[in-house]
Nanobody
Framework: QVQLAESGGGLVQAGGSLRLSCTAS????????MGWFRQAPGKERAFVGY???????YYADDVKGRFTISRDNTKITAYLQMNSLSTDDTAVYYC?????????????????WGQGTQVTVSS
């Protein structure tokens, strides 16, 4: 059973940066992809971005150019670097893992989820 653990959330001022990490324990080597979603209060869970097994990344329009997803060489840890944060980025951020080398913006096709980490951006 794959378990995801996120870290790095917290409080930051608008214009600042944060880096989230997500480590997939219990995963044997396989061609999987990793992604990030977020959920703001009173809103649906929204796609942020993903990194495919081959390293290809894809982002939601509202974070493109500000957020960057990467992964380490073992491919069991993914990172979400968030720059130029605004109050609109305040949300619980969830890491996701999929038993497929291709990522997806559809949250329903992801197989494993972390518990989420709170990111709060103050004005």
């Amino acid at each position: 059973q794959v378990q995801l653990a996120e870290s790095g959330g917290g409080l930051v001022q608008a214009g600042g940066s944060l880096r989230l990490s997500c480590t997939a324990s219990g995963r044997t080597f396989s061609t999987h992809s990793m992604g990030w979603f977020r959920q703001a209060p009173g809103k649906e869970r929204a796609f942020v971005g993903y990194i495919s097994f081959n390293g290809r990344t894809y982002y939601a329009d509202d974070v493109k150019g500000r957020f960057t997803i990467s992964r380490d060489n073992t491919k069991i840890t993914a990172y979400l670097q968030m720059n130029s944060l605004s109050t609109d980025d305040t949300a619980v951020y969830y890491c996701a893992d999929r038993n497929d080398p291709r990522g997806s913006s559809d949250y329903s096709v992801w197989d494993y989820w972390g518990q989420g980490t709170q990111v709060t951006v103050s004005s």
